[in-house]
């Protein structure tokens, strides 16, 4: 079965500090993985996306890690800031679906506190 | 440009009722989708249309009809609302639907079902 697990369900950090959000999957066969950030009361936006042959990839403070062979990956946020407060979805995409089918974790609650 | 635009914001409906979920993208993106996210799940694909005139059930399709008359606009009803169907529905839209796209997501709608 599909499955996308994430962990921690949920995490508070000090501003300034660094973290690392995990994301394991058993999507077969895999296409890419993203990350996504939900604010409170918004929708997801990407932030992140890495396919098989891609094993890093950052956008800002953030950097996405990717181990297809042991279908694992990372988001590491530097220097946090409270705007970085907000849930992290990874999301893997199958190649098996024409219709890019979704995979979705249940996310991680990410708190800054100042 | 807006995106996505989702109305209404939140609903309280009593249960039986008819329900329409309204959903507007102006990025004339083939794709779009309905999701739920209810807490501690991870997002669960209701409906999707790959293209205009064309609609399929994702995951969690029981309950729910949609239509797909043009490009921009993808409505989700429910016929006769249950409890069970309290939940932020989310809608998306991609470029093409395949595997490799990045999915943009609306704001959501807060739906209350007593």
């Known amino acids: 079965k599909n499955q996308v697990e994430q962990s921690p369900q949920s995490l508070i950090i000090l501003e300034g500090k660094n973290c690392t959000l995990q994301?394991?999957?058993?999507?077969?066969?895999?296409?890419?993985l993203r990350w996504y950030k939900q604010d409170t009361g918004r929708g997801p936006v990407s932030l992140t996306i890495?396919?098989?042959?891609?094993n890093t990839k950052s956008n800002g403070r953030y950097t996405a890690t990717l181990d297809a062979d042991t279908k694992q990956s990372s988001l590491h946020i530097t220097a946090s800031q409270l705007s970085d407060s907000a849930s992290y979805i990874c999301?893997?995409?199958?190649?098996?679906?024409?219709?890019?089918?979704?995979?979705f974790g249940r996310g991680t609650q990410l708190t800054v506190w100042p | 440009i807006a995106g996505i635009t989702q109305a209404p914001t939140s609903q309280i409906l009593a249960a039986g009722r008819r329900m329409t979920l309204r959903c507007t993208q102006d990025?004339?993106?083939?794709?779009m989708y309905w999701y739920r996210q209810d807490l501690g799940l991870g997002l669960r694909l209701i409906h999707y249309?790959?293209?205009?005139?064309?609609?399929g059930k994702g995951e969690v399709p029981d309950g729910y009809s949609v239509s797909r008359a043009n490009t921009d606009d993808f409505p989700l009803t429910l016929a006769s609302a249950v409890p069970s169907q309290t939940s932020v529905y989310f809608c998306a839209s991609s470029a093409r639907g395949d595997t490799a796209d990045t999915q943009y997501f609306g704001p959501g709608t807060r739906l209350t079902v007593l």
């Open positions: 990025m004339r993106h083939n794709a």
């Open positions: 249309s790959n293209t205009a005139g064309t609609t």
């Open positions: 999301v893997v995409s199958d190649r098996g679906s024409t219709l890019g089918r979704l995979y």
């Open positions: 994301c394991n999957y058993t999507v077969s066969p895999f296409s890419n």
């Open positions: 890495m396919t098989f042959s891609e």
